[in-house]
């Protein structure tokens, strides 16, 4: 996915998908507030926590996609020291591996 599509106005679920799971781990593995993380997409926070619970719902309800995050989950420890918190400043968005990793 592009970054340009990140931030992209339009709906599409190709897009829509990606950004949302983006907002679930921003909000898991960073301590970044609602605000912060919808202004890397150019949203307002309301988007992101709809995001978050978008993602989960589809978490706890199929388990194929549940099985892709915990491998996108674990691709991002991988990236990270252990038990480092991800600083709410770094823009992963800004080097696009989050959303080549999609």
Known sequence: MPLE???SRRRYQEYVIPRQVF??????LT???WLQMAKYTERDHSTAIHG???IQDLIDTDKRFAA???DIRNGLMDFFPTGSVIDAKYRPMKNEWFF???
């Open 5 to 7: 599509a990140a931030t």
């Open 100 to 102: 080549a990793i999609w």
């Open 31 to 33: 301590q970044a507030t």
């Open 52 to 54: 978050v619970k978008t």
């Open 23 to 28: 907002y679930y781990f921003a909000s898991d």
């Open 68 to 70: 892709k995050m915990l």
